[in-house]
């Protein structure tokens, strides 16, 4: 199975924070990787697909980049409604895996 | 607007069974790869078992083999876990999730509010 690692597990930040989240993954997934956003008692909800395209409705401080093994997840300037968890998914390979999340917080 | 709604979590003693349903509506459910992910209380997202547009290929985690049984009714725009000689690891919030339609297995774009399996005595 491919493992996602994903970092931090944790940070806290404030409103208009630029926060940066990284996930690696133990071979190479080209471009099969997504991120989420969940919060408490919700589904997922998908930010960016295929590493670094924007799903439609989300707002553009959020993005993704890289490829390979190595990929970040950057929201520009945080915002109240972004305090939630977060988790990468790679696709590449069966079984898809995920990151173990990053849940970002209010400072 | 592209909604899952699961139903069918409840309680359930170790070694027993539980049958959970998901219901897609806004978009053409039969042209659609469904699957199952769940999270067990607090952690992280597991994925557990997808299930081809036609039904003709399924595919389901190490985890959960021989016991879980994925299915769909594209007449009745409806997905199915059956879940049988439950164990207290498989409590969880069970989401349904649909593939998007971008050539790949297991992309998932849209998710359900999910539904919560508690195994224990």
């Known amino acids: 199975d491919i493992q996602m690692t994903q970092s931090p597990s944790s940070l806290s930040a404030s409103v208009g924070d630029r926060v940066t989240i990284t996930c690696q993954a133990s071979?190479?997934?080209?471009?099969?990787l997504n991120w989420y956003q969940q919060k408490p008692g919700k589904g997922p909800r998908l930010l960016i697909y295929e590493a670094s395209n924007l799903e439609t409705g989300v707002p553009s401080r959020f993005s993704g980049s890289g490829s390979g093994t190595d990929f970040t997840f950057t929201i520009s300037s945080l915002q109240p409604e972004d305090f939630a968890t977060y988790y990468c998914?790679?696709?590449?390979?069966?079984?898809?895996?995920f990151g173990g999340g990053t849940k970002v917080d209010i400072k | 607007e592209v909604q899952l709604v699961e139903s069918g979590g409840g309680l359930v003693k170790p070694g027993g069974s539980l049958r959970l349903s998901c219901v897609g509506s806004?978009?053409?459910?039969?042209?659609?790869?469904m699957n199952w992910v769940r999270q067990a209380p607090g952690k992280g997202l597991e994925w557990v078992s997808s299930?081809?547009?036609?039904?003709?290929?399924?595919y389901v985690a190490d985890s959960v083999k021989g016991r879980f049984t994925i299915s769909r009714d594209n007449a009745k725009n409806s997905l199915y876990l059956e879940m049988s000689s439950l164990r207290a690891e498989d409590t969880a919030v069970y989401y349904c999730a649909r593939d998007a339609d971008r050539g790949s297995y297991w992309d998932f774009d849209y998710w359900g509010q999910g539904t919560l399996v508690t195994v224990s005595s």
């Open positions: 806004g978009f053409t459910f039969s042209d659609y790869g």
């Open positions: 998914l790679q696709y590449e390979d069966l079984p898809p895996t």
């Open positions: 071979q190479d997934i080209t471009k099969y």
């Open positions: 299930i081809s547009s036609s039904g003709g290929f399924r």
